[in-house]
């Protein structure tokens, strides 16, 4: 099975830089995804990290080690557009891809 | 618009009935996944096929099952129906297995929301 933890909420101002931290356990490794999700539509991709580093997408960048099994999303200079669900999710050894419960970002005037 | 299309948008039934979500994927997509969202979970994978075929299962119930069609569309049937069943069901697809592709993401439909009463 897959154990995906990451937190329930955070809080951050316009503007600001905020890390959603992201740690997991699986039977084998294929990759980890992020996902953002506004309440009550489809999630949508936003970064794919299979190899050690970091990958920067403009203002979004994402971060992973195999080894500690962890990851993290950076969110920079903040918009209140970005007010969403947030979901790491990682494909295993047999490729089904396991979704974390997802972050709650509420960004702030 | 992701290019997967999901019906119905919303169901409302009453217990005890059975239903059908109908899931039709990007064109080219072979592969096809089946989500539960419901409002204090997360996303549960249920269930994927692949050309046809089953190729993994999650937490799906024995009342649930699913089938993909020779042209690719998918459907999900959720039978003897539980308050604890409503939820937003999504269907994802994408090109490949995942082994030929660098980046296998999923493709996600809008979803069908069902209500259970």
């Known amino acids: 099975g897959q154990n995906i933890d990451q937190p329930t909420e955070m809080t951050a101002t316009e503007g600001a830089i905020v890390q959603i931290n992201c740690t997991y356990q699986t039977s084998g490794f294929n990759g980890l995804f992020w996902y953002q999700q506004h309440a009550g539509e489809a999630p949508t991709f936003l970064s794919y990290n299979v190899l050690d580093g970091l990958e920067e997408k403009g203002r979004f960048s994402s971060f992973l080690s195999r080894s500690k099994g962890y990851s993290y999303l950076l969110l920079k200079e903040l918009q209140m557009k970005d007010s969403a669900s947030y979901l790491c999710?990682?494909?295993?050894?047999?490729?089904?891809?396991?979704f974390g419960a997802g972050t709650t970002v509420t960004v702030r005037a | 618009d992701s290019g997967v299309t999901q019906t119905p948008k919303h169901l409302i039934t009453a217990t005890g009935q059975r239903v059908t979500l109908r899931c039709s994927p990007r064109?080219?997509?072979?592969?096809v996944y089946w989500y539960q969202q419901s409002l204090d979970q997360g996303l549960q994978f249920l269930i994927q096929y692949y050309n046809g075929e089953e190729r993994a299962k999650g937490n799906i119930l024995e009342r649930f099952s699913a089938q993909q069609f020779p042209d690719l569309h998918s459907e999900l049937n959720l039978s003897s129906l539980e308050l604890g069943d409503s939820a937003l069901y999504f269907c994802?697809?994408?090109?490949?297995?995942?082994?030929?592709?660098?980046?296998?993401?999923?493709?996600f439909g809008e979803g069908s929301r069902l209500t259970v009463l």
């Open positions: 064109s080219g997509d072979l592969s």
């Open positions: 994802a697809s994408s090109h490949a297995q995942g082994i030929t592709m660098v980046v296998g993401e999923l493709f």
């Open positions: 999710a990682v494909r295993d050894g047999d490729y089904k891809l396991s």
